[in-house]
């Protein structure tokens, strides 16, 4: 199976990606993870994304398809996939395809987290995230046992750099402006899947787990 899951900051992209990765056995590959570890690494591409990504802003194609096609290449990319964060542009969604193409597959379905930009916003500033394993909880709504501590490992919970409220604000118009078209585009070719993303974590995943398995039966 080979998904990308498509939304706004904080739609659900990487809670529902860990809900499919349950259900179908499927690698996550997420581009902010791949990032924020270069920039943690300070590793060359780390280097060119680090001011990007602190002020909201997207980090250049050939730095994130190079990325990402790199990892997809592992052996555990080839098996199937589930795509958080990219593509983003145009050129993305292109490189991707034809990065599959090379190896004779194709994108199965793409999944539209649908919901509205209050709920974001309120969903970002309560966000805490593993600094160890990058699991994804939720002041609100998806409380850790312990406070700031993370249930599956023990690592220090921490707030992401970019959910400052300013930040927050610039990455909704960016994705407003360079990414919401990709929605048409992959309605266009068939492979679109909108998911209402507004409701409650558990009711988001099973709906986005179901949608797939329809889409495969
Ligand atoms: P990235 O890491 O991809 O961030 P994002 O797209 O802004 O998405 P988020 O990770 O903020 O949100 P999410 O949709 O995964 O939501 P989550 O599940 O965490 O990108 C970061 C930066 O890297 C970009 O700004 C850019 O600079 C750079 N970058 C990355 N990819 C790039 C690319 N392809 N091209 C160029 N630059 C790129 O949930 C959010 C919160 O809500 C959590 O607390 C969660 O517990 C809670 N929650 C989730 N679902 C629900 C629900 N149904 N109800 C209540 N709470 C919920």
Redesign the pocket.
Known sequence: MRVV?L????????????ALVAAYGVTHV???????AAVAAETEVGRK?KA??D???????E??VAA?VERLSQEDGRRGFVL??????AP?AEALDQALAAHGTALDAVLA?E?PEA??VG??T????CEQCGR???????KPAEDGVCDACGGRLIV?P??RPE?VRK?LE??ARQTEALVHYYEGRGLLIRVG?????E???EAAVAALADAAS
């Open positions: 899951l939304g706004p900051p904080g739609a659900g992209k990487g809670t529902v990606a860990a997420s581009s902010g993870d791949l990032l924020r994304a990007f990504m002020s909201g802003r997207l980090v250049p194609d730095v994130v990402v958080d964060g990219f593509p983003r542009t993305q987290l919901v709920v974001v969903r970002l309560a966000r805490r995230t994804i909880y939720n002041l609100q709504t998806l992401r970019d959910d930040t990455r960016v994705y993303a507004e409701g409650p974590v009711t988001v995943r």
